[in-house]
Structures are given as C-alpha cells and as structure tokens.
C-alpha cells in the first residue's frame, strides 16, 4: 500500500467503567483532564498517491450504527468517501460519500442504496456530519452540523447483519484502489467516532406514530412509523447515537473529539483506537474551536 506512518491517537482503548460511579462526573474528569492535550486533524490529498486512515481493530458483526465526523474539503471536483467498510479489500459492506460538487450524501449497506439525501456542502468550511441505522425496522437519519437532515427507512435492509472481521477505512474506497486517484477526500477530517448503536428510540419505546412524505434526493419515503428522538430530556435517557450526534458537535473538545460514551460500544475512538496513515496523510495540531479547526 506503499509508505504509511502509524499512529496512536491514545494509550488505550476506552474500558467499562463501574456503575456506583455517576458518568456526568466521569466524563466531566476526564474533559478536564484532557483539556491540556493538542487536538489533531489529519489532512488528506489524493493528488501524487491515495491517502486514507485504517483503524486498527476486529470488527463484530454489526445491527446498528452511528458515526460523526468533521471535515473540511478544499476541493469537492469528485466524490469523498467519508466512511468505508469492506472485506478483502472488494466486498463492500457499508460506504457512504459526499457526491461531487457537496450536492448529496449517499449511505450504502450490503450493495443496497438506503439514503441519497440532497445537501449544499461547500469547499473551505467545515461540516459535522452524521448518519446513524438500525437493522430492526431498517431506520436511518443524516444530521449535518447537529440538524437533522434526512430520515427514514429502508424495507431491504431490515434484519440485515453486516459481517464482521473487514476493515474500517475514511478517506478512501477501500476497494478502489484499481480506479485511479480521482475520489477520496481533499482536505481535512477531525473526530471520526463509531458507536454500534442508533440514534433512534427502541420501538417499545416510540412516540405515537404518523405518516409522512418527502424527497431524500433521489427516492420517495412514505409512511415513516417513528420519531427520531430530539426533546430536551435527560441526555442519560437518551439513544448513544443520538448522544454522539449531539456531543461531537456541541462539545467537540470532550475527549480531544472522543466524547466519552458507550464503552465498548464505542467501536471507534477518534483519540483512543489504533489507526494507520497511509500515503502521507499527515498529522496537524487543531484549534479548540468546534467548526473552525
């Protein structure tokens, strides 16, 4: 794959903590402990050789999902890859892009399209980006800088299990690297975060339920049976998901971009999961500003 550098953004990954501590102090420690710690972005190009990031971990089979990052493209003439999961380098599993020109973002599970949602992303500024599913009744929701974008669901992937034991990769189509240099992201990404769980309420747990219609972009969803959760409840009630969705966005600095959330749920840490640079992706020291990194 040519030259890489490796990193470790943290010491350990995140472990269980005990339940006769409160979290809200847990988390309040450990943002302050952290707050004297650099925050990194990394930069990415395409243009001379592919650069992408490689998380470092085995991956179980997964039912639901949400993800977060920040980027910022300087140039959006092709599609940027913001979250791929493939297996032996060709079987796709999970990807999703900005489209180019920042006019969609599209979530592919198991080859079946689930969202193509119309957006306004523009070169030389940041976004917080977020999708999350659930294979239950196939639910999924984008947000884009903490606004709830899109939603709804996706008869063919419900009940679906992605596999696990492939590899998680931003930056890149992982299984791509036959097709030139042409997409991939250009510019930079802060806060990548995974959790294997969705934003979404249990469905025994559901508001009352109500119909709608609308464009995602490319299809229309009807009959949508469920609410995203957004009242201003107790933040410990409410989905991981939709939790990561809010903190990374508010709160960027918790964790140096990690909120600390989940446990092991928390599949991915942008500060405390291995993760490989490959093709010169370099590392950069970022502002403690949420959106102007």
């Given at each position: ?21 409160p979290r809200r102090s847990i988390e309040e420690k450990r943002f302050q402990e952290s707050r004297g710690t650099p925050m990194h972005k990394v930069q990415l190009t395409q243009k ?152 979404f309420e249990p469905l025994d747990r559901r508001e009352e339920p109500f119909a709608s219609s609308y464009a995602t972009g ?76």
């Open positions: 794959m040519g030259n890489y550098g490796f990193i470790l953004f943290g010491l350990a990954m995140f472990q269980c903590l005990g339940v006769s501590t001379g050789y592919i650069q992408f990031l490689r998380w470092e971990l085995a991956v179980p089979e997964i039912a639901e999902f949400t993800f977060c990052l920040w980027m910022e493209s300087n140039d959006l003439a092709h599609a940027h890859p913001i979250f791929s999961y493939s297996k032996e380098e060709k079987d796709r599993l999970v990807r999703s892009w900005i489209s180019p020109r920042g006019r969609s973002i599209h979530l592919e599970i198991g080859g079946r399209r689930v969202l193509a949602a119309s957006v306004d992303i523009l070169e030389n500024r940041w976004y917080h980006l977020c999708l999350s599913w659930e294979n239950q009744a196939g639910r999924y929701g984008l947000w884009v800088n903490g606004q709830l974008q899109a939603e709804g669901r996706s008869d063919e992937t419900r009940s679906h299990a992605i596999p696990g034991g492939g590899d998680i990769v931003l930056g890149q189509e992982y299984t791509d690297f036959d097709k030139g240099l042409d997409d991939g992201i250009e510019g930079s990404v802060f806060g990548f975060n995974l959790l294997l769980a969705s934003a490319a299809t229309e969803q009807r009959g949508i049976d469920y609410r995203i959760s957004n009242e201003p409840r107790d933040p410990e009630e409410q989905p991981l998901g939709y939790r990561l969705v809010k903190l990374s966005y508010v709160r960027c600095e918790i964790g140096r971009g990690s909120p600390f959330i989940g446990g092991p749920l928390m599949l991915i840490s942008w500060t405390r999961t291995p993760v490989r640079m490959f093709g010169g992706a370099t590392l950069k020291n970022a502002d403690n500003d949420c959106g102007n990194f």
